[in-house]
């Protein structure tokens, strides 16, 4: 009797021990796949980072610098005109390429190089803010550092015909630099500032400026420190209709 009690008492466990141990397998499966998981997208985000580095430069659109009137760092024409023209901007943002290539050398034909308009560049990288690389902040760096040569608007037309799409590796920092050597810069010089990202600073603040006034997209243009048509990119028209009201205010 005493056995068959003995051997009552162990089936009911042996089952409930047996569930346990089937739990137990499943959880550390579970966190197995887990950790699994995470590995795998650790190794794509650095393989993200790290392949277009080892990659050669590729194919660079090389273009001809053309003048533009009183050029100063990443601003030109006259600092005492009437007018400021203020544009905010992502060097991977087609839409800046677009008001680049089009909407600016009208600007700059008709109001900067006749004096009445002082045009500068300010820096809004954001469109690699989620990316696992920092293009927009890089080429955003790159062409500081041209500037210190006085070739930045050089090396934004260089940017923007190299364009090729948001965070697809075009201005990765192989290319940066072979941009830098396309424009014959001095390169020690150049490698130096963008090595130690010598104007993050100023970028930055260019960054807080466009947000503290209202910037939330590329391109943003401000006349005067008043943003025209905010979330859409202005007409030439808008400007110069802008520009005219500054320019009558002012008594020109």
Same mark, same amino acid.
């Given at each position: 009797?005493?056995?068959?009690?003995?051997?009552?008492?162990?089936?009911?466990?042996?089952?409930?021990?047996?569930?346990?141990?089937?739990?137990?397998?499943?959880?550390?499966?579970?966190?197995?796949?887990?950790?699994?998981?995470?590995?795998?997208?650790?190794?794509?985000? #650095?393989?993200?980072?790290?392949?277009?580095?080892?990659?050669?430069?590729?194919?660079?659109?090389?273009?001809?610098?053309?003048?533009?009137?009183?050029?100063?760092?990443?601003?030109?024409?006259?600092?005492?005109?009437? #007018?400021?023209?203020?544009?905010?901007?992502?060097?991977?943002?087609?839409?800046?390429?677009?008001?680049?290539?089009?909407?600016?050398?009208?600007?700059?034909?008709?109001?900067?190089?006749?004096?009445?308009?002082?045009?500068?560049?300010?820096?809004?990288?954001?469109?690699?803010?989620?990316?696992?690389?920092?293009?927009?902040?890089?080429?955003?760096?790159?062409?500081?550092?041209?500037?210190?040569?006085?070739?930045?608007?050089?090396?934004?037309?260089?940017?923007?015909?190299?364009?090729?799409?948001?965070?697809?590796?075009?201005?990765?920092?192989?290319?940066?630099?072979?941009?830098?050597?396309?424009?014959?810069?001095?390169?020690?010089?150049?490698?130096?500032?963008?090595?130690?990202?010598?104007?993050?600073?100023?970028?930055?603040?260019?960054?807080?400026?466009?947000?503290?006034?209202?910037?939330?997209?590329?391109?943003?243009?401000?006349?005067?420190?008043?943003?025209?048509?905010?979330?859409?990119?202005?007409?030439?028209?808008?400007?110069?209709?802008?520009?005219?009201?500054?320019?009558?205010?002012?008594?020109?």
């Amino acid at each position: 009797m005493s056995k068959k009690s003995s051997s009552a008492r162990k089936g009911p466990v042996s089952k409930r021990e047996a569930v346990r141990e089937r739990r137990k397998q499943k959880q550390r499966k579970q966190r197995l796949y887990i950790v699994l998981g995470i590995l795998g997208v650790a190794a794509i985000i #650095v393989a993200a980072i790290i392949v277009p580095s080892l990659l050669p430069a590729g194919d660079i659109v090389v273009i001809t610098p053309h003048e533009r009137p009183m050029v100063d760092g990443r601003a030109m024409g006259d600092p005492n005109a009437p #007018v400021t023209i203020e544009v905010f901007e992502d060097f991977q943002c087609p839409a800046c390429k677009s008001f680049s290539e089009q909407i600016e050398p009208q600007v700059v034909d008709t109001y900067v190089a006749t004096g009445d308009v002082y045009y500068i560049y300010r820096h809004f990288p954001f469109l690699d803010d989620r990316a696992p690389r920092n293009e927009s902040d890089q080429a955003a760096a790159a062409s500081m550092c041209a500037g210190d040569e006085n070739r930045f608007w050089d090396y934004h037309d260089m940017l923007f015909a190299n364009w090729n799409g948001e965070n697809q590796g075009a201005f990765n920092d192989k290319r940066l630099v072979a941009f830098a050597e396309a424009l014959e810069l001095d390169m020690p010089a150049f490698n130096s500032c963008f090595n130690a990202n010598l104007h993050e600073e100023e970028i930055n603040s260019d960054l807080l400026q466009g947000r503290n006034a209202g910037v939330s997209g590329t391109p943003s243009v401000m006349v005067n420190g008043r943003i025209l048509s905010p979330g859409f990119v202005p007409s030439f028209q808008q400007i110069s209709d802008a520009v005219e009201a500054e320019l009558a205010n002012s008594g020109n």
